[in-house]
């Protein structure tokens, strides 16, 4: 098993920047696809990331490709999401997920371990 804990959020202005961590104990996670999901109120949760495992492939959702990054750190079991150019429809709760395969999807409901979440919010 992996326990997963984001960090990073907060409020920023529209064009601002943020990284949000997402630190996993247990298993280490580069034996698990990791993916960035959120949720904005009244909204579904949406795909933001996702890295296949062992800091493999890369992908994005379509609202976020080309200002957001994802990447990881074997050294210290942890992956980020850098978070350029906010808009303030990027405002939700960012959750990190992890699941037990070796390619990374954009389906929620295949990633079994998830973090807390952290709130992002971006004024305009």
């Known amino acids: 098993q992996v326990q997963l804990a984001e960090s990073g959020g907060g409020l920023v202005r529209a064009g601002g920047s943020l990284r949000l961590s997402c630190a996993a104990s247990?298993?280490?996670?580069?034996?698990?696809?990791m993916a960035w999901f959120r949720q904005a109120p009244g909204k579904e949760r949406e795909f933001v990331a996702g890295?296949?495992?062992?800091?493999?492939?890369?992908f994005y959702g379509e609202s976020v490709k080309g200002r957001f990054t994802i990447s990881g750190d074997n050294a210290k079991n942890t992956v980020y999401l850098q978070m350029n150019n906010l808009k303030p429809e990027d405002t939700a709760v960012y959750y990190c997920?992890?699941?037990?395969?070796?390619?990374?999807?954009?389906?929620?409901?295949?990633?079994?371990?998830w973090g807390q979440g952290t709130q992002v919010t971006v004024s305009s």
């Open positions: 997920a992890a699941a037990s395969v070796v390619y990374a999807t954009n389906v929620a409901r295949e990633y079994e371990y």
């Open positions: 247990g298993r280490t996670f580069s034996t698990y696809a």
């Open positions: 890295m296949s495992s062992g800091i493999g492939r890369t």
